[in-house]
């Protein structure tokens, strides 16, 4: 299908609060973006404003401190989609349309079961937790990730595999973690279904400790897919960098500044996979 | 009606950031002797269902929103 | 309630009560005016006793407290108006929108940014975490009010010194009072998903019983989306939005209007508010979109005073007075008093005005977003508020007597302005290395990044130069933070604080020219042009002569800079009674200076870029060491104040902007605490870099002049070799060449004298006092 038809479903509720960067990132882009309140895909809205989540082809939670993060980070939010949205959630992923969570929208993922999602769509119960990074502090720093996927994940189609981007973090609760009981077969699981997306490094991209592990995550894992490859959670912020302008040290590094930034691929892939899948 | 107190802790294991930094923060303010700090979550409930059925309620509740199994436990008790 | 003599309760099934100011001695009302918590002056009640004679009835307590919040010093700046009249209020510029809740300016042929910054000291002071929240939840709905949309938040902080273990009885040792607002401001923005972007930590021992919470919002719209806070006429109806109403922040203003006391906390618990922020963001969300739909009159935002200020305030601005059913409000908890409904300050409130047949429609916008929304009341032709609870009248007041507030000038008296006092010479160590290190590690100027990076200063992705520059995990600081509002153009807006409390309070007049100087600087060194100002005035009790002197210089010298520099303050706020038993905190005229970037493509940061670049200080160095921060840590006193001289600063910004244009500017940095070594220093930093100069073009000065020296109006600039020619020729007299951007040491000679640092141990210096007191 062509790009300008690809329609994107921003998805939000009180206290989600990176949706217009979210909507402007797609919108660069040339998709067609809609911002949606949770309400209105479960009936709860006068009829003008009723939609479909089967409408769209690409389903993006943003960032934010939806229904304040109170709880846990994203509980609220999954609590309420699995109740009203459950199974047009699951048809949707089954369907092998794209989705994507970014900081608390990974959050939101993680709670809801879509992620790391081994065995069935949606979990039960959450198979993971995002939980307090180790500093016990909110951690707004430019973070760098190196690309670990071997093709599998939509979002990262057009990024070489050990390729480092500087994507910029900012959370609280971004420390991934697995039942210790099931850490290592989780996280063997994870490598053998092609599931590790992105891990922090430093500078020189090497795997490396706080703060270029800006939380703590086990294995340093910032982003993770479904085994399909379809569903992607991560905690840095792509819509961030989506220009050379938004980076830390754009003034030091030469080159034009309104090129593009190392989040753009991400959009960029996601919309490649659908244009040419749909 | 039943009051039920629901509480949250980290499972055995699970580091506690949020009680280390406030133990660190009481002892920045001058106070001694803290061996440590541990942060509990707990919600209170006034609830109008029978109380033979509340516990399994409270229970289904923690399952669905209040815990996550991968890092907390919790408990119930009716009052 | 009132002394018993003095109040009879009315015969309504609720509480109301008339109060009997006719047959009351002056003691009876001075005594009254406590117990009710008014805070007015026996004067003032005179006045509301002879317009109640007029009108042949006896007040109730609802109209009695309606009085006393309008015509607080927090809502009527009654001791300070007739000085901003003079120094600040006539200042014309073309570009002013609007000047409402806040100051609205033109950004470009189609949009407009709203800017407003103001105090919430004394509630952070008694809750630390609450009063900042609720701060930046109040700044918020100003700038929302003018229909803008908020996208940055700036917070510049005082507290007394971290280090302190031991202080006064009823007053909190400032490194909980550090770490609670800024988690509160962290919480509260964070949450909301505005970036803070901008701001500052001062420390000062005069802060220890005051701290000072200042907090500003900058809001973008487009120019046709503009409100006014104004009801449009008869027809109209007010639908109060947000929170719910409860007995949280009763007598917010009455208490900002009066010293702190040791008593002080248990008095006034029920002044601080709780702020909710998952209220707050869709409230953001609802009003926009109300807007965006021409569906609204105006908003106006429920501050201080809360129903009691704000229903008056809309419909006297369109001319109009309004009929407000006080028991439709909705409420917390059951069993308020109307005074209570009629006063409280709970958060998250705003007010809207719209034609009735709109009513539907925004009622179901806020619905979507389960924000309560309730109409409250209609607007009337006649100039007064009544208020109806249960079918009983409980309140008529003509609006132009409870708005129009009393006003004082009241005398003024200079202090010893210790400009006039012999100079002492600081006590100052053998080597300049040791002075530079702990002056980087000075509090005041040690990075501020335990703050900086727990607000999330980069949500909205809009944020293109940011408040840590350089390398990542390497930073230094910024002068100034750059948005760039519009997805569809390069213009951008520079946001900047400039404020010296020591200049201030041994020179106030020039205290207050260096913060206009300061806030341009920081603008001028991105490549901003200064554009606007609005400032938070921060002074003590207006009542003592030297204080309010204090007050009308620091007014007057920004009042001047603005209109020598063409700029606009099109808002503003006083906060005086920042005093205990203790002493008054020191004199804090706080400017938020806003600068427009033509194209943030060609913006500078401070980080120096590449080896071998030549440096040149911008701007004559002078003896200028009065209050600066050498003098201050080694123990010297006296001498002056950097003054400022307006013309050289312009001439400056033009010569320093073209550069910048041209591409020949690789990083600047304004010199300000600490002078240039820490300038240098600073620079080196950012850009893991280091120095080599000699400091022989500077003329002939003492050493220490040359390298701590606050003069004001002066930048160092990193040039890109290959273009020094090109630069000389363009700067001419203004840049004195020191040296050029060495690999990884800071090494300076002058006469005799020399620095060499390694860019690591001043890093060290620089980036952990804060981490090892905050934690």
Redesign the interface.
């Known amino acids: 299908m062509k790009l300008e038809e690809i329609k994107v479903c921003i998805l939000r509720i009180e206290g989600t609060n990176c949706e217009q960067e979210a909507y402007d990132a797609f919108k660069a882009l040339g998709a067609d973006p809609e911002k949606v309140h949770l309400k209105q895909l479960i009936g709860r809205s006068p009829g003008e404003l009723r939609r479909e989540l089967d409408e769209y082809q690409v389903l993006m939670l943003p960032g934010g401190f939806s229904a304040g993060d109170y709880v846990r980070a994203g509980a609220i939010f999954a609590a309420r989609m699995k109740s009203h949205l459950a199974a047009d959630l699951e048809n949707f992923i089954a369907s092998g349309r794209p989705v994507l969570g970014i900081c608390n929208g990974f959050q939101i993922l993680v709670e809801l079961g879509v992620l790391p999602s081994f065995d069935e769509i949606m979990s039960e119960a959450p198979q993971a937790a995002l939980y307090t990074n180790v500093s016990g502090r909110f951690e707004c720093r430019p973070s760098y990730l190196k690309h670990e996927n071997h093709g599998k994940c939509v979002f990262t189609s057009l990024l070489p595999r050990g390729e480092i981007v500087a994507i910029p973090v900012a959370h609280a609760e971004g420390n991934l973690r697995f039942p210790s009981e099931s850490e290592e077969e989780f996280l063997m699981r994870l490598e053998e279904n092609d599931q590790v997306v992105f891990r922090y490094v430093d500078p020189n991209g090497d795997y490396a400790g706080y703060p270029w592990c800006p939380n703590g995550a086990i294995g340093n894992i910032a982003g993770i897919c479904n085994p399909e490859g379809n569903v992607l959670g991560m905690m840095p912020h792509p819509e961030r960098a989506m220009f050379r302008y938004q980076h830390p040290d754009w003034t030091r590094s030469g080159g034009k500044p309104d090129a593009p930034g190392d989040g753009h691929v991400i959009f960029r892939s996601v919309l490649d996979h659908v244009s040419k899948r749909f | 009606m039943v009051t039920a107190e629901i509480r949250i802790e980290l ?1 055995h ?3 506690d ?2 009680g ?2 406030t133990k ?2 009481l002892e ?3 106070f001694k002797g803290i061996r440590s700090v541990k942060t509990v979550k707990v919600f209170e409930m006034d609830l109008d269902i029978p109380a033979s059925e509340a516990a399994s309620v409270c229970e289904e509740m923690s ?4 815990a ?4 907390q436990t919790f408990r119930v008790q009716l009052k | 309630m009132g002394s018993k003599e003095l109040t009879r309760k009315r015969a309504v099934p609720f509480p109301l009560f008339e109060v009997d100011l006719f047959s009351a001695s002056p003691d009876e009302l001075r005594e009254m005016s406590k117990t009710m918590g008014l805070n007015l002056s026996l004067e003032e009640l005179e006045t509301v006793k002879a317009y109640f004679k007029a009108r042949g009835r006896l007040p109730t307590d609802v109209e009695l407290q309606s009085i006393a919040q309008a015509w607080s010093e927090h809502c009527c700046y009654k001791s300070s108006k007739c000085f901003l009249r003079e120094h600040i209020f006539g200042i014309k510029h073309p570009d002013v929108l609007a000047k409402g809740d806040a100051g609205v300016m033109a950004f470009d042929d189609e949009h407009a940014y709203a800017l407003r910054v103001e105090s919430h000291n004394h509630p952070s002071a008694i809750e630390p975490y609450g009063g900042a929240a609720t701060g930046i939840g109040g700044i918020v709905r100003d700038v929302l009010a003018m229909g803008a949309q908020p996208i940055a938040l700036v917070d510049p902080l005082f507290f007394g010194p971290l280090d302190l273990m031991s202080v006064p009885q009823g007053v909190k040792l400032p490194k909980y009072l550090a770490q609670g607002v800024v988690a509160g401001i962290r919480d509260y923005g964070n949450r909301i998903g505005i970036p803070t972007v901008a701001g500052g930590m001062f420390f000062d021992p005069s802060y220890t019983g005051n701290c000072l919470v200042n907090v500003g919002c900058i809001g973008f719209l487009r120019k046709d989306k503009l409100l006014n806070n104004a009801v449009r006429g008869v027809g109209d109806v007010l639908i109060l939005v947000g929170g719910r109403t409860g007995r949280d922040g009763i007598h917010g203003v009455t208490f900002a209007s009066a010293e702190l006391s040791s008593r002080s906390e248990d008095e006034s618990r029920g002044a601080v508010q709780l702020g909710d922020p998952i209220t707050k963001e869709p409230t953001i969300h609802a009003c926009l979109e109300v807007n965006e739909r021409g569906l609204v009159s105006g908003i106006k935002d429920l501050g201080g005073g809360g129903l009691s200020c704000v229903v008056g305030e809309i419909a006297l601005a369109g001319g109009c007075g309004a009929v407000v059913q006080l028991d439709k409000v909705p409420l917390k908890e059951a069993g308020l008093a109307p005074w209570e409904i009629w006063v409280s300050e709970s958060q998250e409130r705003m007010m809207l005005a719209s034609p009735k047949e709109n009513v539907e429609s925004i009622l179901e916008v806020f619905d979507l977003w389960d924000v309560p929304a309730t109409v409250i009341g209609e607007v009337v032709k006649e100039q007064k508020v009544s208020l109806i609870f249960q079918g009983e009248e409980v309140f008529d007041l003509d609006l132009d007597f409870l708005t129009k507030g009393p006003e004082y000038c009241r005398p003024t008296a200079a202090s010893n302005v210790s400009t006039l006092l012999p100079v002492k010479e600081p006590q100052l160590p053998e080597s300049w290395n040791s002075v530079i290190l702990s002056t980087l590690a000075d509090p005041n100027i040690a990075c501020k990044d335990w703050a900086i990076m727990q607000y999330d200063h980069e949500v909205r992705a809009s944020t293109v130069i940011k408040p840590l520059q350089g390398k990542p995990g390497l930073h230094g600081p910024a002068d100034a933070t750059v948005l760039k509002p519009r997805t569809d153009s390069f213009r951008g807006l520079a946001i900047a604080i400039g404020v010296n409390p020591w200049f201030t309070s041994q020179d106030p007049y020039n205290g207050g020219r260096s913060a206009v100087d300061e806030a341009c600087r920081n603008i001028i060194a991105v490549g901003g042009r200064p554009h606007a100002l609005t400032d938070c005035l921060n002074f003590g009790n207006p009542e003592k002569p030297e204080r309010l002197f204090e007050f009308k210089e620091a007014v007057r010298g920004i009042g001047e800079m603005a209109r020598d520099l063409d700029l606009a303050v099109p808002s503003g706020n006083v906060s005086f009674y920042n005093e205990t038993a203790q002493g008054p905190a020191l004199p804090t005229p706080t400017v938020l200076g806003v600068g427009i970037v033509e194209d943030i493509r060609k913006c500078v940061t401070t980080d120096f870029k590449v080896e071998r670049n030549p440096v040149y200080v911008i701007g004559e160095t002078r003896e200028e060491m009065g209050a600066s921060a050498l003098y201050r840590r080694y123990g010297g006193s006296g001498g002056s104040v950097p003054a400022v001289d307006t013309s050289v600063l312009r001439s400056r910004m033009d010569l320093l902007l073209g550069a910048m244009s041209k591409g020949l500017i690789r990083s600047c940095h304004d010199c300000s605490d600490g002078g240039l070594a820490i300038t240098l220093a600073e620079m080196c930093l950012g850009g893991d870099l280091g120095f080599e100069g000699d400091l022989g073009a500077l003329g002939d000065l003492p050493t220490a002049v040359k390298l701590f020296s606050e003069t004001n109006s002066r930048f160092v600039v990193e040039v890109e070799l290959s273009r020094a020619g090109e630069f000389e020729a363009l700067a001419k007299e203004h840049a004195f060449r020191i040296g050029s951007v060495g690999r990884s040491r800071m090494t300076i000679r002058d006469k005799g004298a020399a620095v060499d640092l390694k860019t690591q141990a001043m890093r060290r210096a620089w980036s952990e006092p804060l981490w090892r007191s905050l934690g």
């Open positions: 499972k294991g699970v580091a950031p949020e280390e930094n660190k923060a920045l303010l001058g399952r669905k929103l209040l996550n199994p991968v890092i």
